[in-house]
C-alpha cells in the first residue's frame, strides 16, 4: 500500500523522503517505485567521501534526479538540493532514504520545507506476509520472530539475525549520534526498555535501574525513537476526567527485536512467560501505526486510561467525534472481562460514536453487542477502520 501512496506523492513534490528503522525495505521501496533514477549510497565510504567534498559535482551526475540513500550521513547535500529542486520543479525527482530522524528533520526543516513529503515504513506487517504465503503460523512463532524483511528473505536463523541487528545498531547508530564508549550500559537499557513494553514511562525509575541519570536517559530515549527502534503513544486527552493518566507508554518498532532483547530464544519460551501479554499487545500496537502509516496517515494512536486503572490499549479518532476504541489481550478464550475498559469509556465517551474492538490470542471472529471480536489471525477489519479517513497532504 505504501508504495502507491508514495508513487502518488512523487505527483506533487519534487522530493520524496521515505525513513524508517534499518532493514525494513526503505531501498527497496525506493528502486521499486523509481527504477528509472540512478542510485548511490551515502554509506559507501567513497561515494559519501565525494558528496561531502563536491556536492555541486556530486549532484551534477543527477541533473534528472536520483535516489540518495541513507542522506542523512552528507547532511551537506541538503542546501545544494534546495538549489536545484527550486531551478527545476520538475516532480519526483528525488527519493531520500533515512534510518536516523534527527538528521533527517534537522536538515529538511532548514533546506527544504515545502518541497519535500515525507513517509515512513515499518518492518512487513502480518497482512503483507500472508500475503505472500510465508506468515508465521502460530502466535508464539510470530512474537518470536517479528516481521523485519530479511528474515523471510533470506536463509537466516531469525534469533541469530537479530542479535546481529542488535550489535550493527549499537556499533553503528548509537556510536554515530551520541559518541558512547559503554555501549555494555547502553545495551542493558534498551533491555530494561524491552522489559517495560506497554507500561506507563517512568523515566526516573528507568534511569535508576540503568545507572545512569535521568537527562542520560531521556537523551538515549531520543535516540532510541529516532532510529525507529521505539515508538511512545501519548495518552488522549480528552474532558471527560481530571484523573487522566498524562505519560505515555512504551512499545518497540518489532515484537521480534523486543523478543530477543528479553532473553527469548525459542517460541515454547513464550508459552509461560510474564512478558507474552506485553510482547503480544505490542505486536498489535505496531500493526495499527503500519496500517496507518502505510496509508501515508500520521501514526496518531492514543491509549486512554484514568488513575483509577480504567484502560483501553488504543484509540484513535477516525472522523469527527468517531471513536475506534481497542482492547487487546493474548488469551485464547475470551473472558467477558476483557470488555470492562471498554465499557467503561464507552460510557464517559457518550456523546461520540465509539466503536469498541476486541484482539485477541484466539482463532475465531466473533460479532457481540459488546464489541467485535477479532483472533490475531485476521485484524483486516480493525485496520480498515483504522485508516477509513482520507490521506492528508505532506
Known amino acids: 500500500m505504501l508504495a502507491a501512496v508514495a508513487r502518488e506523492r512523487r505527483k506533487g513534490y519534487p522530493v520524496l523522503v521515505i525513513s524508517g528503522p534499518r532493514q525494513s525495505g526503505k531501498t527497496t521501496l525506493a528502486r521499486l517505485i523509481a527504477p528509472e533514477l540512478p542510485y548511490f549510497s551515502l554509506e559507501d565510504p567513497d561515494t559519501r567521501a565525494y ?15 536520483a535516489i540518495l540513500d541513507e542522506v542523512q550521513r552528507c547532511p551537506e547535500l541538503f542546501s545544494y538540493l534546495q538549489g536545484i529542486v527550486d531551478a527545476d520543479q520538475r516532480m519526483g525527482r528525488f527519493l531520500l532514504t533515512g534510518s536516523s530522524q534527527f538528521e533527517l528533520i534537522s536538515s529538511i526543516t532548514q533546506s527544504l520545507a515545502g518541497r519535500v513529503s515525507m513517509l515512513t515504513l515499518l518492518p512487513f506487517s502480518l497482512g503483507e506476509l ?79 535501574d540503568a545507572g545512569i541519570t535521568r537527562v542520560t536517559a531521556e537523551s538515549w530515549l531520543s535516540v532510541l525513537q529516532a532510529s525507529h527502534l521505539i515508538h511512545l503513544i501519548r495518552p488522549w486527552f480528552v474532558n471527560v476526567s481530571k484523573r487522566l493518566i498524562k505519560t505515555p507508554k512504551i512499545y518497540f518498532c518489532d515484537c521480534g527485536l523486543a523478543s530477543w532483547l528479553l532473553g527469548i530464544r525459542r517460541p515454547e519460551h513464550l508459552s509461560a512467560h510474564p512478558q507474552r501479554g506485553a510482547l503480544f499487545e505490542n505486536w498489535v500496537v505496531t500493526e495499527c501505526l503500519k496500517a496507518r502509516l502505510n496509508a501515508g496517515l500520521r501514526a496518531e494512536l492514543h491509549f486512554l486510561r484514568d488513575k483509577e486503572g480504567h484502560e483501553v490499549d488504543i484509540v484513535a479518532e477516525t472522523a469527527p467525534q468517531v471513536i475506534q476504541g481497542v482492547e487487546i489481550k493474548s488469551g485464547a478464550t475470551v473472558a467477558g472481562d476483557f470488555f470492562a475498559g471498554l465499557e467503561y469509556w464507552k460510557s464517559k465517551l457518550a456523546g461520540q460514536m465509539f466503536q469498541p474492538w476486541l484482539v485477541y490470542g484466539g482463532d475465531a471472529p466473533q460479532k457481540r453487542s459488546r464489541g467485535t471480536v477479532l483472533p490475531w489471525q485476521d485484524i483486516g477489519p480493525l485496520l480498515t477502520a483504522l485508516t477509513a479517513e482520507k490521506a492528508p497532504e505532506q
Open 130 to 208: 500472508q500475503a505472500v504465503g510465508c506468515a508465521p503460523t502460530s502466535l508464539n512463532d510470530l512474537l518470536l520472530t517479528g516481521l523485519y524483511p530479511p528474515i523471510y528473505n533470506r536463509p537466516v536463523e531469525p534469533v541469530a539475525w537479530l542479535q546481529d541487528y542488535i550489535a550493527t545498531y549499537l556499533e553503528r547508530d548509537v556510536r554515530q549520534i551520541l559518541k558512547i564508549n559503554d555501549l555494555a550500559t547502553f545495551q542493558r537499557f534498551v533491555q530494561l526498555c524491552a522489559g517495560r513494553i506497554g507500561q506507563l514511562l517512568n523515566v526516573s525509575s528507568l534511569a535508576a
Open 51 to 65: 558528496a561531502m567534498e563536491d556536492p555541486r559535482g556530486f549532484l551534477a551526475q543527477a541533473t534528472d534526479g
